[in-house]
Structures are given as structure tokens and as C-alpha cells.
């Protein structure tokens, strides 16, 4: 018996006869059945798979994340992976695009808030479209927010300058004691220096004001700074409503000056005047809601701060109006020192009775705090619209303005000059620039 064995790929031929029975075994074994692989070779590849499977399952996430808006199938998100190619940037190339185009564009009427926007942009989705909402939507936002922070700025100025509470329940104490108490109620000035309320070598000052805490500031610091207090003669005129306290308050303190308490009520007019008086106010109410209407569009700036200064309710007040009108207040009085409510008086000011104004109506000072001509922000033009032609052909805007806390005035030159006339013909000029 012939067996022709090749020996490639067998490791090994075992050939036995059994004695027993006759039989032959044969047994091949192949070369690669019996190879084992070791560990040595097993542990760098799952060192290997360990190290780069975490990285590739992230960029598979990243890539999927990034694909969900822009592919709507696995098979667009496979070919974006494999490809490499990263959409995000045209994604974003096309929403430069169409924000610029909707910032070109006209806006138009926006979403009414961010869940309808979004629910209206998923059922068109066009990015052109959702470029132009969005600008309307934040324009829309962006105008509330600026008329809701300049309407609170007005809201706390107007509060600011209106009146404490406190104030007004000292008016109403004030016009208890007036009501019960014979002394409040005592005769101002007393019979025996009613002569001193006309008589031209006295120092005579004069407040419009219809504050009385405001009031006793003023006269008491003047007292006290004057070095002859017995010369002053105070005359203030004030309305009907804060007539009674105004009076309880400086008949129940002592002065040691004369105290003259008026109220509007109690001069008797012509009918020229108060109609004079009446066609002011309303123009004066006219220029006050201009300068709010105004307001409105402004920016935050010097030019808003000055608008808001307008809109204090001082300029609206009648008392304030009234300075126009002091020759008709005071006909027998030749010259006075006019003094703002919110003064405080530090030094002797009895020398400004001695001021030869040279014909002039009225001695002030400028607001000017470095210097002649140096006055930013209280110029003529910040506060007249030179604009308008009838202003800039008759003032200068670079001309100081002037403060108005205290004033000296020569009643006789401004009754010569009539600028109380003069006056109503520029307010109804200033009304309508």
C-alpha cells in the first residue's frame, strides 16, 4: 500500500494498523487549526480600539447634532459624514445673506412674540423670511424699550418736582390753624409798617411761590445774612389755594423784617390783563406739550436732559408765568430784588439796591462758571430753535443765558420799554418753531 502525502499546510501524519481488528487510522491535522493567539498580541489592539472608539463615537455625535437642522435624512447625515464637508458654514453664509438683505429692507409688522415666531418660521421655513421677521420683531421690542425708559424718566422727573406729601399736610395744618387760631389769621404786615410796602428807601424783594417751607428758607436765610434786616420789606404773592397757610405760617412766626402775604385773589385787573394772563398759560400749555410730543423721540442725550428740564411742572405753574407781569403786580414800586423760591441766601445783599443799571430793565448773572462767555449748555441756542428765521435774525445763539434765582429790576425802565407785550409777541413766535 502507496500513500502520496503532501505536507503542505498539515503539521503532521500519524498512521496505525489495530492489530484487532485490521484497521487503519489515519489522522491529519492541519498547520493553522492548532495556532493559539497570545495575549501579547490581543492587548495592543484593544489598547488601540479603546483610544480611537470614544473619539469616533463623539465626532459621529457632533456630526449628527450638527446635520438635524440642515439634513432631514440618515442618508443625507451619512453623506455628511463620510464626506467631511462641514454645512454649518453655508448654513451660516446663507443667514449673513439674508440678515443683510432684511436690514436693507423695509420692516415690516413683526411677531407678536418669540413662540410665534417660531411657530410661524417651521411652517414656511424660508431663512429669508425668517431674517425680516425677526429684525421687525426686535425693531418693534427695541422701540417699546426706549419709549417705556424715556416715559419712566419723565414720569420721575415730574414726581421729583412735584409735592412731597409731607408738604401738602403742612399746608393743610397750616390752613387748620388759619381757620382756628385768631393769630393766624392777624394782619400782615401790621397796621403800623403798612407804609413801609411803598416807600422806596426800603429794600423791597419779591417771591412768587406757592411752597411756604420754600418760602421761609428764602426770607429767613436773607434775614439772618442781612446786616440791616429792619430795611428788608418781603412781598410774596401766592395763589388762591396756599393763600390761607402761606399766611397761618408768617403770621405765627416772627420776623424780623416786614411780610406782605397776597393772593392772586385779591388784585382787581383790568380785563387786558387777565386776558393777557389767560392767552399765556394757554400758550404756554401749547409749547409744554410740544416739547412732550417731542420728548418722546429723543435719544439720551444733553438735548434730552434739556427737554425734560421743559417739562417740569414749574413751567406749566402760574406763579411761574406771573414774573412777566411784576409792574402790574407792584405799580407803586420803582425797583426790587427778585428772588426764586429755591434760593438760599449766604451774604448781605443790600448792596444790589445801589447797582446804576444804566437804563437797563433787569441785573442778573450769567450762568457762566469759567469765565465770560464760557458757558456750555446754557447758550441762546440751547434753548431757542435758531432754525426758525425770525429767531436767528434777532439773537445771538452763542450769548450767555441768564439765572433767574435772583434778579434786581428797574419797574420803571420796564414799564417805559413795555417788554410784557413785547413778551407775549415772541411766545406766540417760540410756539409754533
Known sequence: MKFYISTRGIKRVTISNSEGK???KTTAVAAGSGRRISARTVFPVVLVLGIVLPFLFVRIA?????????????ECAGWRFFSGVDTSLELRDELTRALIEANDGNVNEGAGSFNELVKE??????????????????????????????????????????????LHCLCLKLAEEYAVNAMARSRLPPPEFVSRLVD???????LLTDNVLAASVV?????ESSINPEKLVFHIVTDKKTYAPMHAWFATNSIKSVVEVRGLHQYDWSE????GVKEMLETNHLIWKQYYNKEKDLDYTQEHSRYLEALRPSSLSLMNQLRIYLPELFPDLKKIVFLDD??????????????????????????????????PGSKYTNYLNFSHPPISSKFNGDQCVWLYGMNIFDLEAWRRTNITETYHQWLKIVSVC
Open 22 to 24: 485490521g484497521s487503519a
Open 62 to 74: 457632533i456630526l449628527m447634532l450638527e446635520s438635524a437642522a440642515a439634513c432631514s435624512s440618515l
Open 342 to 375: 429755591d434760593v438760599v441766601v449766604q451774604h448781605d445783599i443790600s448792596s444790589l439796591w445801589e447797582l446804576d443799571l444804566n437804563g437797563k430793565v433787569i441785573g442778573s448773572v450769567l450762568k457762566s462758571w469759567c469765565g465770560d462767555g464760557c458757558c
Open 272 to 275: 387786558e390783563v387777565n386776558a
Open 200 to 206: 422806596p428807601t426800603f429794600h423791597h424783594l419779591v
Open 121 to 166: 418660521m417651521t411652517s414656511k421655513q424660508d431663512l429669508k423670511a425668517f431674517a425680516f421677521k425677526t429684525k421687525a420683531m426686535l425693531s418693534q421690542l427695541e422701540r417699546k424699550v426706549q419709549l417705556a425708559r424715556q416715559q419712566e424718566s419723565v414720569y420721575w422727573h415730574l414726581a421729583s418736582h412735584g409735592v412731597p406729601k409731607s
Open 219 to 223: 426770607v429767613t436765610s436773607t434775614v
